[in-house]
């Protein structure tokens, strides 16, 4: 949310309510204050100053790189840095961060999707121009920050909310209640809210932990007006609940009213005489009528304006203030409570607040989710947009929430609305989604079991319904024998793989290089990473893996969690310019593997280990990994006729073809086959070496029906594709064939030079 100028009229027209304070001293005396009290119940807890997280990431993303997919590791030392200032103070810190995109404000955050996707194309213009990282005004948080920031404040011990409703309200619902010494955030609604006071971060100076305190009690002697007055202000300005169009005649009259009443009115901006103009219609109001929190008569607003006003007033009343005229608020039932237990729902939600789960909320509770902007060249035909990607394997963790059979039939046939942002998405409705089934060896198993249930047969069913989701369950025998990092990022690049069939060789060698490389770097190496030039096709790949392990973690959620958490996160499998120097090497026909893996044994056994996994893995799905790497680095000079001829590739797509105009890949795979038109389907902080690692429960058995899901997958093996006995827990390692060098360039041994027979 926000209010409409309102923070600039502070900072221009009313300084005296901006107050500079220093955040230890207001910790001192907020700590001193509460010795005295005998009553207070902060005692135990401390000073806290309450974080909005979503405002902070800019702040917290100083990294020189943000374009090549985040350099993540470092970003985690500027997070534990920076947590490390405020507790050495005697701060405590709670975050929050946004949970849910409130059906209300819908149309706001596509107009602000709208806007960044502008953004992200300039950028991209600049890059494919020059062939470096704009600056300037040019700037994008790298894809998925906020996804993941939750769990890195969670892995230095900080306590962290996800939002089940408007974020910004949670805040002030919890400082007031808590009685917080203020909120740390970038959002004029903290001015108008009766809550803990608003520091500003976009003000913040590190060094002496000094910035900005917007005084509200100040704020309303200068134009007059309560603090119960400040909502109705606030909407009449323009809020995300009533937006500025909306109010725009009431203004008017307002504005020419004060013209009239103040020949000489307060020296400050126009913008600064519209809050004067406003706060006078508010207080001639007040002074007719007994202060309430009901819609002025005199404002002659038709019936469906007072009704939002109404609405744009309670959203800034706190639970505590809330009026039963004004709230009528009920619970909305979750959207699928029919197909799932209410143990499911409880975990959930619970998983969600405590923002451990990803995706799993928005989908049983809600019905809906969505992506916000991916780092993605709207120019580049050749690879799929991330939301296109990843939609198969979305379909399978909606399919496993909700209990679809082997047929694909469930009750009721349940849809999910996806609000995704890509290039060509105009975002005018959601695309409703048909979940479809994973491809078990037995029959579906409940969420019960997948998540509450222990033993070795559900941890082997927990980590094959993870990798069915991705199409990879051959990678079940690498279980206990890479690291889990590795496992998941081999899953991910596989199946990235598959998808993309525009993807090269080189491109599959600069993802898992990097991420057996990055095993061994520090964040200070990883900074001091040279690229001499950037190139969008990377930017664009680089945004699609990091997009891709978010989806990870969802699917690792909905089975119940087979791999820690930890091993999901990008700074343990993926650095962007890390990932930005191996494409370039790759694609320059650098002539050994070793080159890849800075010439480390160890580095290049494991590197030649997942690579030939992927292989074949490739081989038994008719995917020809081809080899078509880049001549030369693209030259800064490159004009924009070269640009459309080469889009950084060296090589055209299948058949001169791009997704736009297929609107599916060349050949589909999994369930179903490839994607879809959108028009198609609208009928349609865990310890790092745990593997048993239930769902928010000790293991305790999930009851009859749970073990009956037992009792169904007792015999099953979890290579059932391949045949042979395995271990359950953990498998043995494989064998694997040796690389050979051959027409200068290293490739695979000839048994995978060729796709299977048809039927095999």
Same mark, same amino acid.
């Given at each position: 949310?926000?209010?409409?100028?309102?923070?600039?009229?502070?900072?221009?027209?009313?300084?005296?309510?901006?107050?500079?304070?220093?955040?230890?001293?207001?910790?001192?005396?907020?700590?001193?204050?509460?010795?005295?009290?005998?009553?207070?119940?902060?005692?135990?807890?401390?000073?806290?100053?309450?974080?909005?997280?979503?405002?902070?990431?800019?702040?917290?993303?100083?990294?020189?790189?943000?374009?090549?997919?985040?350099?993540?590791?470092?970003?985690?030392?500027?997070?534990?840095?920076?947590?490390?200032?405020?507790?050495?103070?005697?701060?405590?810190?709670?975050?929050?961060?946004?949970?849910?995109?409130?059906?209300?404000?819908?149309?706001?955050?596509?107009?602000?999707?709208?806007?960044?996707?502008?953004?992200?194309?300039?950028?991209?213009?600049?890059?494919?121009?020059?062939?470096?990282?704009?600056?300037?005004?040019?700037?994008?948080?790298?894809?998925?920050?906020?996804?993941? +920031?939750?769990?890195?404040?969670?892995?230095?011990?900080?306590?962290?909310?996800?939002?089940?409703?408007?974020?910004?309200?949670?805040?002030?619902?919890?400082?007031?209640?808590?009685?917080?010494?203020?909120?740390?955030?970038?959002?004029?609604?903290?001015?108008?809210?009766?809550?803990?006071?608003?520091?500003?971060?976009?003000?913040?100076?590190?060094?002496?932990?000094?910035?900005?305190?917007?005084?509200?009690?100040?704020?309303?002697?200068?134009?007059?007006?309560?603090?119960?007055?400040?909502?109705?202000?606030?909407?009449?300005?323009?809020?995300?609940?009533?937006?500025?169009?909306?109010?725009?005649?009431?203004?008017?009259?307002?504005?020419?009213?004060?013209?009239?009443?103040?020949?000489?009115?307060?020296?400050?901006?126009?913008?600064?005489?519209?809050?004067?103009?406003?706060?006078?219609?508010?207080?001639?109001?007040?002074?007719?009528?007994?202060?309430?929190?009901?819609?002025?008569?005199?404002?002659?607003?038709?019936?469906?304006?007072?009704?939002?006003?109404?609405?744009?007033?309670?959203?800034?009343?706190?639970?505590?203030?809330?009026?039963?005229?004004?709230?009528?608020?009920?619970?909305?039932?979750?959207?699928?409570?029919?197909?799932?237990?209410?143990?499911?729902?409880?975990?959930?939600?619970?998983?969600?607040?405590?923002?451990?789960?990803?995706?799993?909320?928005?989908?049983?509770?809600?019905?809906?989710?969505?992506?916000?902007?991916?780092?993605?060249?709207?120019?580049?035909?050749?690879?799929?947009?991330?939301?296109?990607?990843?939609? %198969?394997?979305?379909?399978?963790?909606?399919?496993?929430?909700?209990?679809?059979?082997?047929?694909?039939?469930?009750?009721?046939?349940?849809?999910?609305?996806?609000?995704?942002?890509?290039?060509?998405?105009?975002?005018?409705?959601?695309?409703?989604?048909?979940?479809?089934?994973?491809?078990?060896?037995?029959?579906?198993?409940?969420?019960?079991?997948?998540?509450?249930?222990?033993?070795?047969?559900?941890?082997?069913?927990?980590?094959?319904?993870?990798?069915?989701?991705?199409?990879?369950?051959?990678?079940?025998?690498?279980?206990?024998?890479?690291?889990?990092?590795?496992?998941?990022?081999?899953?991910?690049?596989?199946?990235?793989?598959?998808?993309?069939?525009?993807?090269?060789?080189?491109?599959?060698?600069?993802?898992?290089?990097?991420?057996?490389?990055?095993?061994?770097?520090?964040?200070?190496?990883?900074?001091?990473?040279?690229?001499?030039?950037?190139?969008?096709?990377?930017?664009?790949?680089?945004?699609?893996?990091?997009?891709?392990?978010?989806?990870?973690?969802?699917?690792?959620?909905?089975?119940?969690?087979?791999?820690?958490?930890?091993?999901?996160?990008?700074?343990?499998?993926?650095?962007?310019?890390?990932?930005?120097?191996?494409?370039?090497?790759?694609?320059?026909?650098?002539?050994?593997?070793?080159?890849?893996?800075?010439?480390? %044994?160890?580095?290049?056994?494991?590197?030649?280990?997942?690579?030939?996994?992927?292989?074949?893995?490739?081989?038994?799905?008719?995917?020809?990994?081809?080899?078509?790497?880049?001549?030369?680095?693209?030259?800064?000079?490159? +004009?924009?006729?070269?640009?459309?001829?080469?889009?950084?590739?060296?090589?055209? %797509?299948?058949?001169?073809?791009?997704?736009?105009?297929?609107?599916?890949?060349?050949?589909?795979?999994?369930?179903?086959?490839?994607?879809?038109?959108?028009?198609?389907?609208?009928?349609?902080?865990?310890?790092?070496?745990?593997?048993?690692?239930?769902?928010?429960?000790?293991?305790?058995?999930?009851?009859?029906?749970?073990?009956?899901?037992?009792?169904?997958?007792?015999?099953?093996?979890?290579?059932?594709?391949?045949?042979?006995?395995?271990?359950?827990?953990?498998?043995?390692?494989?064998?694997?064939?040796?690389?050979?060098?051959?027409?200068?360039?290293?490739?695979?041994?000839?048994?995978?030079?060729?796709?299977?027979?048809?039927?095999?």
């Amino acid at each position: 949310m926000g209010v409409k100028g309102l923070q600039y009229f502070m900072d221009q027209c009313c300084p005296e309510a901006c107050v500079t304070v220093n955040l230890r001293q207001v910790a001192r005396d907020h700590a001193a204050k509460i010795q005295g009290d005998s009553t207070s119940t902060a005692h135990n807890t401390g000073p806290t100053l309450v974080v909005d997280g979503m405002a902070c990431l800019r702040h917290w993303y100083s990294c020189k790189d943000w374009m090549c997919g985040g350099q993540w590791k470092e970003y985690v030392d500027v997070l534990k840095r920076w947590v490390e200032a405020f507790t050495s103070a005697g701060i405590r810190l709670v975050f929050f961060f946004d949970g849910v995109v409130e059906e209300k404000k819908r149309a706001v955050w596509v107009k602000r999707r709208h806007r960044v996707n502008g953004d992200i194309s300039k950028i991209f213009c600049h890059v494919r121009k020059y062939g470096e990282q704009p600056g300037g005004n040019l700037f994008c948080l790298p894809s998925g920050l906020a996804t993941f +920031t939750p769990f890195a404040l969670r892995s230095l011990n900080q306590e962290v909310f996800c939002s089940v409703q408007e974020a910004d309200y949670e805040i002030a619902d919890y400082a007031r209640q808590n009685n917080c010494i203020g909120i740390l955030g970038q959002d004029s609604d903290f001015i108008v809210y009766d809550s803990a006071p608003y520091f500003s971060v976009g003000k913040l100076w590190m060094k002496n932990l000094t910035t900005v305190m917007y005084d509200r009690q100040k704020l309303c002697q200068n134009i007059g007006l309560t603090i119960t007055q400040l909502p109705l202000l606030a909407c009449l300005l323009g809020t995300d609940v009533v937006s500025e169009e909306k109010m725009q005649h009431v203004r008017n009259d307002a504005i020419e009213t004060y013209m009239k009443n103040n020949p000489a009115p307060h020296g400050c901006a126009p913008q600064g005489q519209v809050v004067y103009a406003v706060s006078q219609l508010v207080s001639r109001w007040c002074s007719r009528e007994e202060e309430s929190d009901a819609v002025p008569q005199f404002l002659g607003l038709p019936a469906h304006q007072t009704d939002l006003l109404k609405k744009g007033i309670c959203a800034y009343r706190l639970s505590e203030q809330r009026s039963p005229e004004l709230d009528g608020l009920t619970a909305p039932s979750p959207a699928f409570e029919r197909h799932v237990s209410p143990e499911i729902l409880k975990a959930c939600r619970e998983k969600h607040v405590a923002a451990e789960g990803f995706m799993l909320y928005s989908v049983l509770c809600e019905g809906v989710t969505d992506c916000s902007n991916t780092l993605e060249d709207e120019e580049d035909g050749e690879i799929l947009p991330q939301a296109l990607v990843y939609k %198969p394997c979305r379909r399978r963790i909606y399919g496993l929430l909700l209990l679809l059979g082997q047929d694909g039939q469930s009750v009721d046939c349940p849809t999910i609305k996806e609000w995704f942002v890509f290039p060509g998405n105009p975002l005018k409705e959601p695309e409703v989604v048909h979940p479809v089934p994973i491809c078990l060896p037995c029959d579906q198993p409940s969420l019960d079991l997948l998540w509450f249930s222990s033993g070795p047969e559900v941890t082997a069913l927990r980590l094959t319904a993870f990798l069915s989701i991705f199409d990879c369950t051959e990678l079940f025998n690498l279980y206990g024998v890479v690291e889990d990092a590795l496992l998941a990022a081999l899953c991910l690049v596989t199946y990235i793989i598959l998808q993309v069939q525009t993807l090269s060789q080189e491109d599959a060698d600069a993802y898992l290089s990097q991420a057996v490389c990055l095993r061994l770097k520090t964040s200070q190496e990883l900074q001091q990473i040279e690229l001499p030039v950037l190139c969008s096709r990377a930017v664009q790949l680089g945004s699609l893996y990091v997009r891709g392990l978010s989806h990870l973690l969802g699917a690792n959620s909905a089975s119940g969690c087979p791999l820690p958490s930890a091993a999901l996160m990008p700074w343990h499998s993926f650095d962007g310019r890390l990932f930005h120097s191996k494409y370039l090497l790759a694609h320059s026909g650098a002539e050994k593997p070793e080159l890849l893996m800075d010439s480390d %044994p160890s580095c290049l056994s494991l590197f030649l280990q997942l690579r030939e996994k992927l292989a074949e893995i490739c081989m038994r799905r008719g995917r020809v990994l081809q080899s078509r790497p880049k001549v030369s680095p693209p030259s800064p000079q490159t +004009t924009p006729e070269d640009e459309r001829r080469d889009r950084h590739t060296g090589w055209s %797509p299948v058949g001169g073809e791009s997704w736009r105009g297929r609107g599916e890949t060349s050949r589909g795979h999994g369930h179903g086959g490839g994607w879809p038109d959108r028009g198609e389907e609208r009928s349609d902080g865990t310890e790092y070496g745990h593997r048993e690692r239930l769902w928010g429960r000790g293991g305790g058995g999930g009851g009859g029906h749970a073990g009956a899901g037992v009792q169904q997958c007792h015999s099953f093996s979890p290579e059932w594709r391949d045949g042979g006995p395995q271990n359950a827990t953990r498998p043995q390692k494989q064998s694997g064939g040796r690389p050979r060098r051959g027409r200068g360039r290293y490739q695979l041994a000839p048994r995978w030079s060729q796709p299977p027979a048809p039927g095999t």
